[in-house]
């Protein structure tokens, strides 16, 4: 256990490095690029009076080193900086109203997506060369190229308007929301015994949530499928198999092995995870960090656009950490 | 070795890479279809695609086969034109990121050292950062247009050419043909380009075709959000966006037919690149 603890303690030190590259490479798209964002966020019709006073309160008018230091220096002490529209609010604050919104989404795609693609991944195996794994195989290339928004509308189309059955947008009906306590709103509902918010925000979540899981589990069919059949090709389930061990234990053993790189494939889908949830969110008018950017955007506040980029990028080392951790607990092979 | 191995591969008809050929030819007849009218919109097109055709919101007819916008503009003219603008961003930008990315791979790869490591550190942090995301930022601070989306984009897929080609750099470097190479006297340079680079190319062709389906939805989702084009200029993902709010009243073709169209191209390119795999990475698939 003690190389256990070491390895987690030497990758999360990894970690400094890579957020490093990661805010620079923000700071750079945002400050040093051709182009003043200001500027062209704004739009060309405002006086340079104007111009100048937004440059000053996002603390764009001083040198470039002195910006990089300040940025580098706030983001490490949790300051965001103030949102440039309404009430100033800091803009940690307003990413956190907005945060748990894009949390519950993606957590629900992704656990459709790692189901569907677990199915159709062991059926394509278990009936390799059928007809069966053809099909399959071509729901996984058929799901990779959907394209989240007309897929999401689509969807809206059939259940929410012809079938009229399910909502075609928002978190939750209005007046419904659960008492906050997490925020993901079906945790909460659970957590206050509220069953009508609990269904409320369970029909809410289902299209987007199934958009993004369908358009995901693509690469997890492929992924299930191939690594069980390399698995099941290996000499000890061969020995298995010749002893007259029953064919569900068999799938045990097999599956438990299958999966180490699938959780790997986990890390790096929940970058896509969040990209998409950006497009499933604008579809579905789903109030999350996704239209929070997009809407930043639009108002020309500037600040909040930053601290949404810089709050994924956390976001994404933080979750590579988790993924190397859970690999590292799984695989003994991978401890150093 | 590799040209032996890849002939053998091709001539012998098993069942698998019979799939693999078809996959291309089939990913190659949707990619012809979209190209056909992406050059020739002017004449397959009935009508200009920007100016009235019919009475606004009128479901598909005979004379307007799918149907009019909320504009009275022909939907089917707006997707035949609308395939212009995917082509040349996500063409000029795939030939972008990888003119950056495998040079890039190739000589980080060879060299190795600190300077490999540093790189490597720097598009892994950017491969781990959300693609969408990023190309949002660029796009958001450069300002919407049309050369704005292919930079955007073209930084988003550099690191993917990156890895590929430095992985593969990695393999090669060791093998016994560079090393006879490097004893008859071939420096570095020379090495890289007659003995490694050669070797990169079916790699590079593959990623370049799933790259690029990858980042026709990133374009079609930049331009969905109105980073690309702006009204009339007829481009898939913004026709999409400005179809979603008739969506509720259930004028389902201006959904149905510009988003269709993102999903049939990327597919193309997916089956290309899917295939193309298949055929010359042995191993991969079983």
New interface residues.
Partial sequence: MASLKAYIATRALLVI??VI??LT??FF??RI???D?IA??VGQKVPPEVLEKLREEAGLNKPLIVQYVDYIFNIIHGDFGRSMIWGKRPVLSEIMDRFPATLELTIFGFIISVILGVITGSVAAFRR?SKLD?SMRVYS??A????????G??L??IF???FDILP?GGRISPGMEPERITSLYVLDSIITLNFKALSASLIHLFLPSLTLGIVLSGAYTRLVR?NL??VLSQDYITAYRSRGVKNMKIVRHAMKNAFIPVITLMG?QF??L???A??TE??FSWPGMGTF??ER?QYRDYNS?QGA?VF??LF??LI?LVVDVIYALIDPRIRY | MQVKNLATKIFRPI?PEA?GRNMVIAGMIIVAIVLFMAIFADIISPYDPTKLAGKPLSPPSAQNLMGTDNLGRDVFSRVIYGSRIVLMVVFSASLVSMSIGVPIGLISGYFGGKLDRAIS??M???Y???????A???A????PSVVNAVVAISVVYVPTYFRMTRGQTLSLKSRLFVEAARAAGAGNLRIMRRYIFPNLVTTVIVVFSLSI?DAI?TE??LS??GFIVTAPTPDW?FD??S??PY??S?Y?WM??F???M??IL??GF??IG?GLSELYAPG???
């Fill in positions: 490095p890579t590259i990661l490479l923000v798209i945002l690029l051709p182009g964002p062209s966020m060369g053809a290339i058929i990779y190229s959907l394209f989240i928004p007309w897929f509308m689509v809206q189309m929410g308007v012809y075609i191939n059949i390399d790096l970058a896509i969040l990209a998409g950006v497009l604008t579809t950017l997009l955007i656009v980029i994924y990028a994404v080392a590579s | 069942i799939e550190m720097i892994d942090s950017m781990a950062f959300p693609s969408l995301i990023l949002i930022a660029i958001a601070v450069l300002g389906a939805l079609a989702g969905f959000l993902g999409l966006s179809g979603r969506l509720p259930g389902w959904i149905t510009p988003g269709a993102v999903m990327a597919l997916a089956l899917e991969r698939e079983r």
